[in-house]
């Protein structure tokens, strides 16, 4: 009777924790159990993928935090071990525990850096560079040396003026928000991302003083608000992009198109925005994705249209933060990942990057301040306001500089 007893007991066993997560002991059943998801490794938790939108997520908060915890010693490593040796071993570690995760979540996230396909882009001579070349004080034969590397594309200068007007760019929102509101959308703050009821509950001292920061800070920080945060509406805007024509887009057409899909919501508006372009940041080729190439230049450059994907994910990230948390805690939080970009990209010239942090963090208190007033019916509709000119500054001098390339 005992050996039919033990022999029932192992196959009961053996049937909890077949597959990849038998050497793990983990089961499906640990999903439901907050002790049991605080104890399961990083190598498994860092593959969780949030499977649809939803205001509380247990599980995404540990494998947040948990990778949380292991970036710094990952920082230190990309600044001391040239070699990449420690990171890639970490990066191989951590694929191993893929499989059991697989088995684990509805969906898995791929954490490795990757390629995907991207379309045909033939990228033109900027008509405005060929104007500054022209206009510059050297002689015709530098000018004609400077045009031939012009179209060869080796040549690049990073602006240094602001390119973004805070106080038009927010404006340029309450147009979109009062149009909406004659066409019957009711504009409203949203629910913010915040750690779960099973997280705030939590006795462990693993996790306390990363769960200090708000959820939304640790998921931008990080780069993975597409992974832990969703908003529902990251297809039906991404298929919206991927309609419109190659080069085409302006930061008034994407917020128009996201706040309309997200019916008003302008924390959701953001974030979805957010998401889309978060899903791509790792990835190398990022600039000619699909997504990427219909977005119109947001910063001053010279010779090439400079880091678009970046500058438009670093804008909206900073905006989101700063709609959610004000304006001074956003902008310390973008001068410190200013200074970070610096120390890792070993202090090249960033100043767009810099002025994109400051200037979102700004609009996006402007426009929480402006959503929490209300009083739209008495804003008059004011065309203008959605003219990129009118909120972008895209017209910095180059010519003195290229006297001197």
């Keep these: 009777m005992k050996m039919i007893i033990s022999t029932f007991v192992f196959s009961l066993t053996l049937s909890v924790y077949a597959g990849e997560c038998d050497k793990f002991k983990i089961s499906k059943a640990d999903l439901s159990n907050p002790l049991a998801v605080e104890k399961m490794p990083e190598i ?11 205001e ?3 599980v995404a908060d540990i494998s947040l935090l948990r990778k949380a915890q292991s970036t710094p010693k990952k920082i230190w490593w990309s600044l001391t071990d040239s070699s990449n040796e420690k990171v890639n071993s970490f990066v191989k570690d951590m694929e191993s525990g893929k499989g059991c995760a697989e088995e684990l979540f509805t969906k898995t996230y791929d954490a490795n850096d990757k390629s995907l396909p991207v379309a045909s882009v033939v990228r033109k001579v900027r008509s405005r560079d060929l104007d500054q070349i022209a206009k510059s004080n050297i002689s015709e034969e530098k000018k004609s040396t400077l045009t031939e590397k012009l179209k060869l594309q080796k040549i690049y200068l990073e602006g240094h003026e602001n390119p973004i007007k805070a106080k038009e760019f927010a404006y340029m929102i309450d147009q979109i928000i009062v149009d909406g509101f004659q066409e019957g959308i009711t504009p409203k703050y949203g629910k913010v991302h915040e750690w779960s009821a099973e997280f705030k509950s939590s006795k462990s001292k693993t996790y306390s003083l990363m769960g200090k920061f708000s959820k939304l800070l640790i998921a931008l920080a990080r780069g993975e608000t ?10 039906q805007l991404e298929a919206w992009i991927l309609d419109q024509e190659i080069n085409s887009l302006y930061p008034h057409d994407l917020i128009k198109a996201s706040y309309r899909i997200n019916d008003g919501d302008m924390y ?3 974030l979805t925005i957010e998401n889309v372009l978060n899903r791509y940041w ?9 997504v990427t190439i219909r977005l119109r230049p947001i910063i001053n450059s010279f010779g090439q249209d400079g880091d678009n994907f970046g500058s438009w994910y670093h804008m909206f990230g900073i905006m989101l933060y700063g709609y959610v948390e004000g304006p001074l805690s956003a902008r310390t939080v973008g001068g410190v990942e200013s200074l970070g970009s610096h120390i890792l990209g070993k202090f090249e010239d960033e100043k767009q990057e810099d002025f994109v942090n400051s200037q979102g963090a700004i609009i996006g208190a402007r426009v929480a301040r402006s959503i929490r007033a209300s009083g739209y019916e008495e ?18 001098d180059f010519s003195k500089r290229i006297q001197e390339l």
Excluded at 282 to 290: A, G, K, M, S
Excluded at 384 to 390: D, G, T
């Design 56 to 58: 509380s997520d247990f």
């Design 226 to 235: 597409s992974q832990y945060m969703l908003s529902g509406s990251e297809e």
């Design 379 to 396: 804003i008059r509709r004011d065309k203008s306001r959605l003219n990129p000119n009118y909120y972008l500054n895209l017209n910095e």
């Design 268 to 270: 959701l508006t953001l």
């Design 282 to 290: 790792r990835v190398h080729n990022r600039q000619d994705l699909p």
């Design 44 to 54: 498994i938790l860092t593959h969780y993928q949030q499977p649809e939108a939803t």
